[in-house]
């Protein structure tokens, strides 16, 4: 069964690597949001990358969810001490790829291929594409009529401003990572990850190509809301000020023309009946990823779910 | 007596560093070379502006001759690690200079103004003014017909390429920083450090405008080499390659046009003659600077010399 994630950060990154302990390279790889990408004190940074890359080499760091272990602070301490902007803190081993990714960027080598380039560094056997080489931003509008940069939003105003909507800048000039699209094309089955659906799937689906490729294949999606709280980052808070109630079910709402299967946590069993009634089949499971053996379980199960859409739709 | 000084690298640091704790601010600033300024990781690097400041703020590694006290590596081990260049490795407390100095320059903020707020945080009282804010890039050109950058020659290749002359790209559409030029104007002596004639002193006498002005001023210089040998770098063995033994008298020559006084080493107390006869003022003394104590010493030396020029020659 060949297969492709769509991924954004830290709950993606999770399943992602539970998936790649369980299926050779040349039967899985990721798609990655670059929505997240911003630049900082001029350097290129592309937290959702590197977190997929970080976590996939082994070396993330379990105790934040990004950045790399064991890491150290110096250079951004000093930046601090010489008045530069200090809210979004790079550390040093992570700077030294921020330094090689804004280097080589500036030469001219697709972000693509630089990310190629550094998984075969880190030891990454599966193939990690960003969703395009051309930069995409991810601007959040918000109720109060600002727009924010992504990273602003999420970082230096702690997710606080009430979401009005979102725009990708620059997504019509986008184009898929041709590499990334063959083995869309080439796929058994596409899942999405528990990513958050607004500023981590999105973007990708909006990537022009991407979705119309994926509706022709079984899509197959996994919660990151439980119990209508995100495990992680603004998701739940994002829905309910858009006017959705955040739920299991409206996250699969989200993907609805999409979906051929949804897998979502048990606390939120109750759903299972609305969600079937889309015509989306259901896995009710314990989706909560709280150590290594975890992701490797859940992604056995949305493999054996998986196997089973197949069987049923050929 | 209101002095400027032009410098280089280390042995200028070191005079300038001496001068600086005789004199108030209001009497005493440096102009420094930059045509050995360079790009590494596209990160722009003004590797004498950094010494000069770095000593000047008391943060200066005593060890190494350049870059900061207490440095740590972690950043450029990983690039390495990373496949990326290693042949010129910056510290981490370096690399946040140079960060906020690349960030600051693409925002269109000039050199000057930069290296002005830096010198604030590192408690620089003196002004250090970079020789303009343009980039001039000092080109070696070799026996065998290369031209190498300054950087790629000294640091990569060691020096070890045979000197047929330098080029400074950039220098016709330079200026002088204007701050610096009316502190050369308002100033009753200039002091050529002991640093590298050829590719220290000799950019910042090529920016237009300097050495027009300087030439009616009082210049006294301190001779780099000792003994026909430089105490640091390639300055004696360029003077080789470029057809002139290297001596104290060879370095007078050198600035002959311009020279008031000239102070060299007790060990070539011969050439005292010979620098006489072409009516410059010598003063013979110990100038090998080992330790801060040498420093303040000869920086007295230099300001008792120096007066007793401006007093023969009113």
């Known amino acids: 069964m060949k297969i492709v994630a769509l991924a954004g950060g830290v709950g993606g990154a999770k399943l992602v690597d539970g998936l790649s302990r369980l299926l050779p390279p040349e039967d899985f790889c990721v798609i990655v949001n670059t929505g997240d990408d911003f630049e900082h004190l001029s350097l290129k940074i592309s937290p959702d990358l590197d977190t997929i890359c970080y976590t996939l080499g082994n070396r993330d760091n379990p105790k934040t969810g990004w950045g790399l272990e064991d890491e150290t602070w110096v250079v951004f301490k000093h930046i601090a001490e010489l008045g530069g902007p200090d809210w979004f803190r790079l550390g040093d081993k992570d700077l030294a790829t921020h330094l090689i990714r804004t280097h080589q960027l500036g030469q001219g080598k697709p972000l693509s291929e630089i990310t190629r380039d550094l998984c075969t560094h880190w030891g990454v056997r599966h193939a990690v594409f960003p969703m395009c080489d051309e930069p995409v931003r991810t601007i959040v509008h918000t109720a109060d009529g600002k727009s924010l940069g992504f990273q602003e939003y999420f970082v230096l105003l702690r997710c606080q401003p009430e979401v009005k909507f979102f725009r990708f800048t620059g997504i019509e000039d986008s184009k898929p990572v041709p590499h990334a699209l063959r083995r869309i094309e080439e796929s058994d089955l596409v899942i999405l990850a528990p990513s958050n659906p607004w500023v981590?799937?999105?973007?990708?689906l909006a990537v022009p190509g991407y979705r119309k490729l994926i509706a022709q294949k079984p899509v197959l999606a996994v919660s990151p809301l439980i119990g209508g709280k995100?495990?992680?980052?603004?998701?739940?808070?994002?829905?309910?000020?858009?006017?959705v109630q955040p739920s299991a079910s409206a996250v699969a709402?989200?993907?609805?023309?999409?979906?051929?299967?949804?897998?979502?946590?048990?606390?939120?069993?109750?759903?299972?009946e609305k969600i079937e009634g889309w015509r989306i089949m259901s896995y009710v499971t314990d989706i909560l990823m709280n150590n290594k053996v975890d992701r490797v379980r859940l992604a056995k199960e949305v493999l054996v779910f998986g196997e089973s859409i197949l069987s049923r739709r050929f």
Chains 1, 2 share one sequence.
Do not use: C, N, Q, T
């Open 200 to 204: 981590s799937i999105d973007p990708i």
């Open 230 to 243: 995100a495990v992680k980052g603004p998701a739940a808070k994002m829905y309910r000020e858009l006017g």
């Open 253 to 272: 709402e989200h993907y609805r023309d999409l979906l051929s299967g949804f897998i979502f946590d048990h606390v939120d069993r109750k759903e299972l």
